[in-house]
């Protein structure tokens, strides 16, 4: 059973499109998370959702806006693609309790904006 | 802000020696760092975890320190095999109660048969 999965797998869009990636997780956690991996590798916090409740928003352009539905899923849509926005995005979640969290990643997205 | 390095960007090895991959943080100690494994395409993997008051953990052939003098921890895999390349990433919390992780860059490892 997948335990965090993302759709989809792969984007190839043109600059100024609109697109969302769509996540899952059947853990039963109650917090969840999207980070963006650059060419570098770099792994950077993005957003994180805690029982659909934004908790972190970090220095993100205005264009990538998330959308909890429910504690199982969090979506992520960004209007007006650039360039820059190439990368591989990753979805987590964690449980919250213990004070430590774990995380469960997604498989990633790449987002190839051309 | 809360920063973590990983200076080796790759380590080459032979099979059946001890990786050694170092991870340093600066400022406060974090209360707990996390490793990580990540192979080419997937998402990390969670591998151990290990509190600010613990010195040493284990799990199978993984060891992870916590040197809270030196601001930090060393991951070891013995008896390396070809299995365990991949990228291993060491992570601290961002902030305490924030629950979103802070990484550092990863350190490629590579074991030869």
């Known amino acids: 059973d997948t335990a965090v999965s993302q759709t989809p797998k792969y984007l190839v869009t043109q600059m100024g499109n609109d697109k969302s990636i769509k996540c899952e997780q059947n853990l039963g956690h109650d917090t969840m998370y999207w980070y963006k991996q650059d060419s570098k590798k770099f792994l950077k916090i993005m957003f994180s959702?805690?029982?659909?409740?934004?908790?972190i928003n970090e220095t993100v352009p205005n264009r990538f806006s998330p959308k909890s539905p429910d504690k199982a899923h969090l979506n992520l849509h960004i209007n007006s693609l650039e360039l820059g926005d190439s990368a591989v995005y990753f979805c987590?979640?964690?449980?919250?309790?213990?004070?430590?969290?774990?995380?469960?990643f997604g498989p990633g997205t790449r987002l190839t904006v051309t | 802000s809360q920063k973590i390095e990983q200076n080796s960007e790759a380590l080459n090895i032979q099979e059946g020696k001890t990786a050694t991959l170092t991870c340093n943080y600066t400022n406060y100690s974090p209360a707990y760092l996390q490793w990580y494994r990540q192979d080419p395409g997937r998402g990390p993997v969670f591998l151990l975890l290990?509190?600010?008051?613990?010195k040493e953990k284990r799990k199978e052939r993984l060891k992870v320190t916590f040197d809270t003098t030196l601001k930090q921890s060393l991951f070891h895999i013995t008896a390396s095999q070809p299995a365990d390349s991949a990228t291993y990433l060491c992570?601290?919390?961002?902030?305490?109660?924030?629950?979103?992780?802070?990484f550092g860059s990863g350190t490629r490892l590579q074991v030869q048969p």
């Open positions: 959702y805690n029982n659909k409740e934004l908790i």
């Open positions: 290990i509190r600010e008051n613990e």
């Open positions: 987590a979640s964690s449980v919250t309790s213990g004070g430590a969290y774990e995380q469960y």
């Open positions: 992570a601290r919390g961002v902030e305490t109660g924030r629950r979103a992780l802070t």
